[in-house]
């Protein structure tokens, strides 16, 4: 049974750090496309991060330049790396996993969430 897992959030200061993992377990055959997405309370679902099999990065305008998406594949593992954070970026942290867990057949796994909680 393939599980993702996210760890790594907490509570830190304006201006602090934090790292998230995403852990994928079970299974597979390859770990394609990873994302994060984050969810404020009141807000819809957003982008945050995506990085590709290839290591091709994308990223929401409001992280640009303070948030950094990477994977080890050996491990099964994506991390995001969260510098300069704001009060802003208080949400629940999901990763999304779209992954091949058959030779034929690839879908999105999401995680229970993490949260990250920045103080003024």
């Known amino acids: 049974q393939v599980q993702v897992v996210e760890s790594g959030g907490g509570l830190v200061q304006a201006g602090g750090s934090l790292r998230l993992s995403c852990a994928v377990s079970?299974?597979?055959?390859?770990?394609?496309?990873m994302g994060w997405y984050r969810q404020a309370p009141g807000k819809q679902r957003e982008f945050v991060a995506r990085?590709?099999?290839?290591?091709?990065?994308n990223y929401a305008d409001s992280v640009k330049g303070r948030f950094t998406i990477s994977r080890d594949n050996a491990k099964n593992t994506v991390y995001l790396q969260m510098d300069s954070l704001k009060p802003g970026d208080t949400a629940v942290y999901y990763c999304?996993?779209?992954?091949?867990?058959?030779?034929?057949?690839?879908?999105?796994?999401w995680g229970q969430g993490t949260q990250v909680t920045v103080s003024s």
């Open positions: 079970g299974t597979i055959f390859s770990m394609n496309r």
């Open positions: 990085i590709t099999s290839g290591g091709s990065t």
């Open positions: 999304n996993a779209h992954l091949q867990y058959t030779s034929r057949q690839e879908r999105d796994y």
